[in-house]
């Protein structure tokens, strides 16, 4: 399905690539006005038999569900963050796909200790957002559920949709700013309990914390990034959800192809860099497999890649080579040598 | 939200009206393109500015959760069957806005007891009812979850959707067929546990109870009666999830009158009247209050009811009446007195 990838991607109970593929056998599209369906960022549809001949431009829809105790903890966050984010979330999507984003719908599941209160939270940190990124929240649906979720359903549009699969080998790959903050605020929230931000750690001020724990609570989807791209000649895009090398392989696995990604070149969110090394973790590794970052990863024909890099934020990363059979990723240390990275993105707690 | 109405409806934590009411003022269209939003069965959007101008036809969404616990247990349906019935009642408020459904988007949440099979076989039952309804599921999202829900997004579209506030004092009250089918199954499980339908019950014949069983396990959504009420005349629908007192007091407040309901008429499904008399429930009563049903209830104006009662299995239930203050619909027994129900809808167990 359009975002089938996401959560289940270093779930261990079941292989998620049989099973995404499995889902895809069984809701292959087939009544033609859906242009592209499952394994992409979002899904693009034709609005309706006049639109495909007057109009070129196509309906782009994708949902994306948090769940607690799965993304995130109520400890963690408030209920205006959650609606935020929530929203935010299932945008990105559409950033991935170089589409104008028009509306949302929220499906929202309420535990009983959630209350009134807490659920009109939820929808005000949803209408920020939405005012944020200039949309509507055209509707809903709510229901009680022992767990809470917020599932939300997006729709954009555009006439010229970046999906995954659009790489060559020889591109270049890009991505649109530095990585790890999510990955580090997470760990902070591990190491010191939800209260971790409101004082130092790990010999971190606390702005520095602070910055951390924001790039969690406040994501932000990349629609001017994903335009950007586009005009400088990017032929494929993705959002990093589950993180850099997961999402690299996703793209070149799309692509037909096999990305490497250079360890050297992985730009690594500062704050978060000191978090990486006084947990002893390698902060490249960690921030290419740092998941919620909601940064882009574009590839670049070779030609065009003088303008891509010239966009703020925007570092090389690594290129698409030719396929090489089974293998969707390689990371490339400093000494040169390519292996299989062990472990592709972030396991949900 | 436009279905926020639904499952909140007879909960009595808080205030349904006051919270939608709520959630309606926080997420007040802003940009222009929703030309329907929070309050009514569905959403409509218009496509684009160019679409504004040279097509009539507008974008119809909706979502709705079922979610185990509050809409479904698992012993009591097979996952085919909820995968199925989770799209067919996300469909059904297309069909309430007159709308032709194109595609869905399927949110799954995932309990770790459910399974790889568990879950495919909820996607093949939602691929099922994509081909019936001859939409496509053009994507989704699948994730962890403790509580199994299944969020479920559909997009239709039409050139006339027909709201719930078109109505006017005079028009006469119409269902598209018999009802409390729902209602009975549910109390036959509640009654003889999960396998209650295998067996007899309450001297009914093993073929009426599995014929009720079907009724809740596999719901149908009204396109065909939808389109024929349109072209007879309806100016105001919407479908029955919670009851049809409730959905006709929602009606009626979005009409800005009062909706009357003669329970002598309630058109009551032949095995659901066996189950609420040998249950000493008043058979008219529970069938006016079954939720989960799925007919349509339409508002038709006096000079087109002939055409409407032409149309089978639709039956003349009540009439709109001006505005009472504070009043949104009213039951008249076979005395011919008014009284207001005391119980609108179903609880979600």
Redesign the interface.
């Given at each position: 399905?359009?975002?089938?990838r996401?959560?289940?991607a270093t779930?261990n109970?079941?292989d998620e690539v049989a099973?995404c593929e499995?889902?895809g056998r069984?809701?292959r599209?087939?009544?033609g006005?859906?242009e592209i369906?499952?394994g992409?960022d979002?899904?693009v549809?034709v609005?309706?038999a006049?639109?495909r001949r007057?109009?070129r431009?196509r309906?782009v829809?994708?949902?994306?569900?948090?769940?607690e105790?799965?993304?995130f903890r109520r400890d963690w966050l408030s209920e205006l963050e959650l609606g935020y984010r929530a929203v935010v979330t299932a945008l990105s999507d559409l950033a991935a796909m170089a589409a104008t984003p028009?509306?949302a719908?929220?499906?929202l599941?309420m535990p009983?200790d959630l209350?009134?209160a807490g659920?009109?939270e939820i929808?005000?940190g949803?209408?920020r957002a939405?005012?944020a990124y200039?949309?509507?929240?055209?509707?809903?649906?709510?229901?009680?559920?022992?767990?809470l979720?917020i599932?939300v359903?997006v729709?954009g549009?555009t006439d010229s949709p970046l999906t995954r699969s659009g790489a060559s080998p020889g591109d270049v790959l890009v991505v649109t700013g530095s990585l790890g903050a999510a990955s580090a605020a997470l760990s902070t929230w591990q190491d010191a309990g939800p209260r971790g931000h409101r004082g130092t750690l790990n010999g971190l001020p606390m702005s520095a914390v602070t910055r951390l724990r924001r790039s969690f609570a406040k994501p932000r989807a990349r629609f001017r990034e994903a335009l950007a791209l586009r005009r400088a000649g990017a032929r494929a895009l993705i959002d990093i959800s589950d993180g850099l090398l997961s999402e690299a392989a996703h793209l070149a696995r799309a692509s037909k192809s096999t990305a490497v990604v250079d360890l050297a070149n992985v730009p690594i969110h500062r704050d978060a860099r000191s978090i990486f090394v006084a947990r002893g973790i390698d902060p490249a590794l960690a921030a290419a497999t740092s998941g919620e970052e909601y940064a882009l990863v574009a590839a670049i024909p070779p030609a065009k890649i003088r303008a891509a890099l010239a966009l703020p934020g925007v570092v090389r990363v690594g290129e698409i080579t030719p396929r090489r059979p089974g293998v969707d990723v390689l990371v490339r240390d400093r000494t040169g040598t390519l292996s299989r990275p062990d472990a592709l993105g972030w396991r949900?707690f």
């Open positions: 399905m359009a975002r089938m996401r959560q289940e779930a109970r079941f099973f499995a889902i069984k809701l599209p087939r009544r006005s859906v369906g499952i992409d979002a899904a549809i609005a309706s006049s639109a007057a109009d431009e309906l829809v994708s949902v994306d569900a948090i769940v105790g799965v993304h028009r509306w719908l929220i499906s599941g009983g209350g009134a659920a009109l929808v005000r949803a209408a939405a005012r200039r949309i509507d929240v055209a509707g809903g649906d709510t229901t009680r559920s022992e767990t979720f599932s359903t729709g549009s949900h």
